[in-house]
């Protein structure tokens, strides 16, 4: 990875975007799309605005496939007094750092858990409703990038290395994924209404288990809590056995995506789940292999091109 590339994948990394709390992130991923496209290969369209709450698509040329990238983190909310609900599933250990800002400034405080409950650690009282999230501690090794919130940053992040040289296809950003999702239909429906698009790849991170490994390349899920369509998914393994590409197979009964609301939605959408393997899910120690990390974007250019 290039020094550019590791400084834009850290301030992903410490943008403040937990689920239903994205518009920091839709602002950056504008500003840097509007930035940059002058040097992609196609300037792609850009696609905001209420009615698509803080969702942002890249439209190129003439699109056929969408990549599906949610923008949002797992965190905490403060309740009452000095009590944290958490937003979608974070891990929750004493001492945590977590960082927000609410009427009266910025707050760094420290995580407690106290017989499964969660409470803030602070020097004064934190405003009711507001959003805490894990301190950012990006670590850059040989071999190793190590942060909080590389779920799914680096979903975002190869979405944004793709779109460099993508000629035609959508990238979709969404929002909410880690707390029950609920944008999703309303994307899908755009994308199938304006332009009949039937297939998706969803650019997430899933975890290293014993069948799934650092270092050894991209997962290709067959399936996790949901199914996706066997002929789709043998296509996309297909696709990935010809194009040079590390890649795993990955097989698992629990965990989602995207995936999960394109397969509810109305629409006759194939998808698959394509990304790098982490470990540490859900904590500030979330740890991807730069290997499985270069090859979740060459796999994600050479399937948006042979799709």
């Known amino acids: 990875m290039q020094a550019s590339d590791i400084t834009l994948l850290k301030t992903l990394c410490s943008t403040f975007a937990p689920s239903g709390n994205e518009s920091a992130m839709t602002k950056f991923l504008i500003d840097y799309v509007n930035t940059n496209k002058e040097n992609w290969k196609v300037q792609p369209e850009l696609v905001y605005g209420e009615e698509f709450q803080d969702c942002l698509i890249l439209k190129f ?5 969408a990549i ?23 891990e929750t ?3 945590y750092s977590l960082v927000g800002h609410d009427a009266m400034g910025p707050i760094e405080c420290k995580l407690k858990v106290e017989e499964g409950d969660l409470f803030y650690d602070f020097g004064r009282g934190i405003e009711s409703g507001t959003d805490l999230v894990f301190k950012s501690d990006f670590r850059n090794t040989d071999d190793y990038v190590q942060s909080c919130y590389l779920d799914n940053r680096l979903g975002v992040f190869s979405a944004l290395k793709v779109a460099e040289t993508l000629e ?22 755009w994308m199938y209404e304006n332009y009949q698009i039937k297939q998706a790849l969803v650019s997430d991170i899933t975890w290293v288990t ?86 979740m974007i060459n796999l994600y250019k050479y399937l948006m091109k042979h799709l």
């Open 168 to 189: 035609d296809g959508l990238i979709v950003f969404s929002c909410w994924e880690e707390h029950g999702g609920g944008t999703v239909p309303f994307l899908c429906k």
């Open 210 to 295: 014993e069948g799934v490994t650092h270092g050894n390349g991209v997962a290709i899920s067959l399936r996790d809590m949901s199914i996706p369509r066997k002929e789709y998914v043998d296509k996309i393994v297909a696709l990935a056995e010809v194009s040079g590409v590390n890649y795993q197979i990955e097989v698992e009964r629990s965990g989602g995506s995207d995936g999960r609301e394109i397969q509810q939605s109305p629409y006759p959408i194939d998808w698959c789940f394509v990304g790098a393997p982490e470990d540490h899910v859900h904590s500030p120690d979330e740890k991807v292999h730069k290997d499985d990390i270069d090859a």
């Open 61 to 65: 040329g003439k699109p056929k496939t």
């Open 68 to 90: 599906f990238a949610h923008i949002d983190s797992i965190g905490f909310t403060v309740r009452y007094e000095n009590q944290l609900l958490p937003v979608g599933g974070p």
């Open 93 to 95: 250990e004493t001492g």
